[in-house]
């Protein structure tokens, strides 16, 4: 599903934790489910829907799953407070604005449609017919789907998932090889790239699965945040180490950069390139670049991030903070001897033991 803006998915997603197996609002929704029943449940502030509801039964009452059960089988939309505490109403007729345009041809789904773009209401369409629930928050439309099938899809994306992420950790050793041998070229770090972005978007899909399965995803959860543990972190140290900072660019910008491609545009190296402030063509890619040694530095035990700052400001690159001196080092603000010999050694250790690795 494709969404206009991160606030919309966010917004979708709020909405499908609050209807997620394991919640009174789902309980409600299953129970008339099973029985064939349709109902048109609307959640939101009730002063801001008060201007087009017409007629029904003042309620305000607690609201529970048996209550909102009973109540949706009258003909009305039944209206609950967006907290989920209050129903306000049952068997109301819904009079949205009729010029608001709708692509739903049925009047029940239509009027739901109507009602969740003219207000910040959420409103939920079950049709009797189909035995479907379809959810509609502002302009987007978003169907249903019954756990097994939807456990079935994130157990596949979980394995998709495992095996990018085997590849984007031998990827990410191979870029420390050339690293060391100080041999990086554009288009090593633009597969790298490519990789990890497919991996946040694949892990962003599972994220959404997770909001659908609810109490049934706990699993799915943990396994996504075992295969996601120091990626993101990683990301953004690689759009540190090789981004171009001009025109007041920041590795922020270059992420939120990132994210808008397209997929067909996240495939193309050059694309990828010029996101990360290169510019011409095909031949960029095969330009030499040098890392300034973010990633690497954070691979060093207890440097906190202040002083990797320092480090890169001062010498510029890896290639010259691996070069300098302990003496070296103890200039810069804020690191001391001490600090100094073991940002030296952990950085000697990592490089045999990057070299040990490209060996075997």
Do not use: W
Not at 27 to 39: H, K, N, Y
Not at 67 to 96: C, Q, W
Not at 313 to 337: H, Q, T, W
């Amino acid at each position: 599903m494709e969404y206009r803006s991160d606030s919309q998915r966010e917004r979708l997603i709020q909405v499908l934790e609050m209807v997620a197996p394991g919640t009174e609002l789902r309980e409600a929704v299953d129970r008339i489910l099973q029985i064939g029943s349709g109902a048109l449940i609307v959640v939101g502030n009730i002063s801001e829907l008060r201007p087009i509801m017409s007629g029904g039964f003042n309620i305000n009452c607690e609201f529970t799953a048996p209550r909102l059960f009973e109540l949706s089988k009258m003909d009305g939309a039944v209206v609950v407070s967006d907290d989920l505490k209050t129903i306000y109403s049952a068997n109301v007729h819904l009079v949205p604005d009729p010029r608001i345009p709708s692509s739903e041809a049925g009047m029940k789904h239509r009027t739901a449609e109507r009602v969740a773009k003219q207000t910040s209401a959420f409103v939920l369409a079950i049709s009797e017919k189909m035995r479907t629930v379809s959810i509609y928050v502002g302009d987007m439309h978003f169907t249903l789907e019954n756990i097994p099938l939807v456990l079935a899809r994130a157990d596949q994306a979980l394995q998709t998932l495992s095996r990018y992420r085997a590849r984007l950790d031998m990827e990410f050793n191979h870029l420390n090889t050339l690293e060391v041998e100080d041999m990086v070229a554009l288009r090593d770090v633009v597969k790298v790239v490519q990789r990890v972005e497919t991996i946040m978007r694949i892990a962003d899909e599972i994220s959404f699965q997770v909001s659908e399965l609810g109490k049934d995803g706990r699993l799915v959860s943990l396994q996504l945040g075992e295969l996601m543990a120091g990626v993101e972190r990683a990301r953004l140290m690689l759009i540190k180490d090789y981004y171009v900072p001009r025109d007041e660019r920041n590795p922020e910008m270059v992420l939120s950069e990132l994210e808008s491609l397209t997929t067909e545009e996240l495939v193309d190296d050059e694309r990828v390139a010029r996101a990360l402030g290169f510019s011409g063509g095909a031949e960029v890619l095969n330009k030499l670049v040098r890392p300034k040694g973010y990633r690497m530095l954070s691979m060093v035990p207890r440097i906190p991030t202040i002083v990797i700052n320092k480090l890169v400001e001062r010498f510029e690159n890896l290639r010259n903070i691996m070069k300098a001196s302990p003496a070296l080092l103890d200039e810069v603000d804020g690191i001391g001897e001490k600090r100094a010999h073991a940002i030296k050694k952990g950085l000697e250790r990592i490089t045999e033991s990057i070299i040990m690795e490209s060996h075997t």
